[in-house]
């Protein structure tokens, strides 16, 4: 809080010299929110010295964020200011882009902002899409075959909880060859759930681990094994890690792993379910491993949303 001010200083000088002395004179200024402070009076104030049209790409609200920071308080007085700021310097821009028909609303009713809105949802790149079977077991035996790798290393009676393969050989996580050596999908393998993550607090993971407890308590045996996959790297991966380890997993198994960015939509698109344990800190905002797994025809498990 302390060094806050100074940063925003030093942000409205940073800002005003590229947008204000060095960039070229814009017909159009558009501004992703969050961040708000100091972004938005700057591109305001821009707006009206080089005479451009100010437009506001709303992802969510930057005084939700701070709200979560300090104890989620809406009558502290920096989120308070946060409020007013972001209403105030927001208000009247020229256009307004949501993401969500939440977000619109919100605006359109409460906020009651000048100028248009339009939603505009979020797509997924080209590269998320469901993959054939020849994709998936291409795939896993080259860069996905860590995953097999990780649970039959890192986890208690790994070899058990993959089950059998008909071609040992060809066999993978999820493929299998019949007895002309053409491929199918294996019938004892474990179902495949994936989640993303930044290990933040927005994101509970012991919602998960209930439930997945819940699960190793009432499945019979002719119930699916169930493998959740959970990438992404953040400052809460090494607890939950420790909570993992602990637990007593008989139909389940819980690994994390680190994935390039070319693996991420192989990975979804060879799974049975995706899940999302994003909290946003307005609920108004879709987060973007959702769209992401709509690429690649999942399922999706989600913290209930407003859309």
Known sequence: MLWAPFKAIFLCIQL???????????????????PSIPTLVVGQFVGKMRKAWFIIDWHNFGYSILNMKVGNNLNHPMVKFALWYEKKFGHTAFAHLTVTDAMHRELE??????????????????????????????KFTQSLKMIEDIVRKETIEGDTFLGEYNDRELGTLLTDADEKGYLKWRED????????????????????????????????????????????????KKLYEAKIKKMNLKKTRIITAWLEARDYPLLLGSADLGLSLHTSTSGMDLPMKVVDMFGCGLPVCAISFPW
């Open 109 to 138: 009713d409460k906020w009651k902002v000048e100028g248009k809105i339009i939603t505009v949802r979020d797509k997924p790149q080209s590269d998320f899409k469901r993959l054939t079977i020849q994709e998936v077991h291409q």
């Open 16 to 34: 005003f010299w590229v947008m204000g002395c060095v960039s070229q004179s814009p017909d159009f200024i558009i501004v992703q929110n969050p």
């Open 189 to 236: 393998r474990p179902k495949l759930i994936v989640s993303s993550t930044s290990w933040t607090e927005d994101e509970d993971f012991s919602i998960l681990l209930k439930a997945i407890e819940l699960y190793e308590e009432a499945a019979k045996p002719s119930d699916p094994r169930l493998l959740f996959v959970i990438t992404g790297n953040g400052p809460l």
